[in-house]
């Protein structure tokens, strides 16, 4: 190894260790080490001379020192680096400029104009015959992600290598064409299966996605929101119900109990003359009494429907099974006979749930309404029995 290759190999080494950023996995110092060796390979096989081979072997050393400032025009940085580097080691002007164009050399798609260019052009690109060719790709694609330069899919990835290898690469020299060919073909053959085991992938999963969609549109897997959204709002409406009622009865026995006493200890006194001032608030309180017990009768009131269907409702829509109502007098096999029907047609069970929910509101609304009713002749009663009973003692304290 000449003086001036053990510099450069010193310096280049010193550089990307120091400045290159990590995120570039693939264009690093094993980067440039791998194409400095299949540089030496090429060499010596074609018979190249002694200048010409160090020649060659500095710029692979140099190739891609430029990342160091980027991605963008590497090949540029890397010659004024290269160039820098050799005028400080006292190398002619002419020989600069023939590594510099070797270093140029190397930039893509570029068309080699003579032996050296088509030697460094093929150490460049050598790992496409190689056999670790596919931890290679694995690499660049990573420090494409990292560098923010670009991010796709898989097939996109080996669409893209495909592409390379069939329509913009080709090997330049006698020895490359010789020996990395069949490699290179091989790891394109590779590539191909795992296109079309990635398009199998792709279409399988398609057809799984619009069986799931159609499956959706059948109604054969309810989705879960749904289901959700009906089972609260059920279960809040049977809840607000059972309040109802239970105030219902509340009121019902309170007043049953208060009309109990009046009965048994106030309405035997109305035989005596001298509690004939207590006749009218004792009818007062009798009356708003009675109102509130049959409103609370009716509030908690249960309504019973024919419950029957025929299978022409079922057909049409027009029975909601899910309430006991509609069915109660069915046969059980003509019951489960419709329930079948509905659970096969989306649009029907979601048709009946949402109808008994809306018949569960009137219900509801009818209950309050009553109920509403009833606290507030319940309290209007108390207050007037009260007041006439007020009034009918002053009045008897006066006339005594």
Same mark, same amino acid.
């Given at each position: 190894m000449s003086t001036l290759i053990a510099a450069a190999e010193? #310096?280049? /080494?010193?550089?990307?260790?120091?400045?290159?950023?990590?995120? #570039?996995? #693939?264009?690093?110092?094993?980067?440039?080490? $791998?194409?400095?060796? *299949?540089?030496?390979?090429?060499?010596?096989?074609?018979?190249?001379?002694?200048?010409?081979?160090?020649?060659? %072997?500095?710029?692979?050393?140099?190739?891609?020192?430029?990342?160091?400032?980027?991605?963008?025009?590497?090949?540029?940085?890397?010659?004024?680096?290269?160039?820098?580097?050799?005028?400080?080691?006292?190398?002619?002007?002419?020989?600069?400029?023939?590594?510099?164009s070797l270093i140029m050399a190397t930039k893509i798609n570029h068309e080699p104009k003579d032996d050296l260019e088509r030697i460094i052009v093929d150490a460049d690109c050598a790992h496409l015959a190689s056999k670790n060719y596919f931890? #290679?790709?694995?690499?660049?694609? *990573? %420090?494409?992600?990292?560098?923010?330069?670009?991010?796709?899919?898989?097939?996109?990835? &080996? !669409?893209?290598?495909?592409?390379?290898?069939?329509?913009?690469?080709? /090997?330049?020299?006698?020895?490359?064409?010789?020996?990395?060919?069949?490699?290179?073909?091989?790891?394109?053959?590779?590539?191909? @299966?795992?296109?079309?085991?990635?398009?199998?992938?792709?279409? *399988?999963?398609?057809? *799984?996605?619009?069986?799931?969609?159609? @499956?959706? !549109?059948?109604?054969?897997?309810?989705? $879960?929101? &749904?289901?959700?959204?009906?089972?609260?709002?059920?279960?809040?409406?049977?809840?607000?119900?059972d309040i109802a009622d239970t105030k219902a009865n509340i009121l019902l026995s309170v007043n049953a109990i208060i009309i109990s006493l009046a009965l048994s200890n106030l309405l035997p006194k109305l035989d005596n003359p001298s509690n004939g001032h207590l006749f009218i608030p004792t009818i007062i309180f009798i009356i708003f009494t009675v109102a509130s017990i049959v409103l609370s009768v009716l509030a908690t009131r249960p309504n019973v429907t024919g419950g029957k269907f025929t299978k022409e409702d079922v057909a049409n829509k027009k029975v909601n099974l899910l309430f006991f109502g509609n069915f109660h007098k069915m046969k059980l096999e003509d019951f489960e006979w419709g329930i079948q029907e509905m659970m096969k047609d989306r649009d029907y069970l979601y048709g009946s749930l949402t109808k008994d929910l809306y018949f569960l509101g009137l219900v509801l609304n009818r209950k309050y309404s009553i109920l509403r009713l009833t606290y507030t002749v319940f309290m209007i009663g108390i207050l007037v029995s009260v007041l006439a009973f007020a009034v009918s003692f002053y009045y008897q304290g006066m006339a005594s």
């Open positions: 010193k #310096y280049v /080494f010193n550089l990307l260790n120091k400045e290159l950023e990590r995120k #570039y996995v #693939y264009h690093n110092l094993v980067h440039t080490q $791998r194409v400095v060796e *299949k540089t030496k390979e090429l060499a010596e096989n074609l018979s190249i001379d002694k200048e010409a081979t160090e020649n060659l %072997e500095i710029a692979a050393w140099f190739h891609d020192t430029g990342y160091i400032k980027g991605a963008v025009n590497h090949e540029k940085e890397s010659v004024k680096i290269a160039s820098t580097f050799l005028k400080n080691h006292d190398v002619s002007d002419e020989r600069i400029e023939v590594i510099s931890d #290679y790709t694995s690499l660049l694609r *990573k %420090e494409w992600e990292l560098t923010g330069f670009q991010n796709v899919s898989d097939l996109e990835w &080996v !669409e893209g290598n495909i592409d390379f290898f069939s329509k913009h690469h080709k /090997f330049n020299t006698e020895y490359a064409l010789k020996k990395w060919s069949n490699p290179k073909e091989k790891n394109l053959a590779k590539m191909l @299966k795992i296109q079309k085991d990635l398009k199998e992938d792709i279409k *399988k999963f398609n057809q *799984k996605q619009e069986a799931l969609e159609l @499956k959706k !549109e059948k109604g054969n897997v309810p989705e $879960r929101g &749904v289901e959700t959204m009906f089972r609260v709002a059920l279960r809040n409406h049977i809840t607000l119900s």
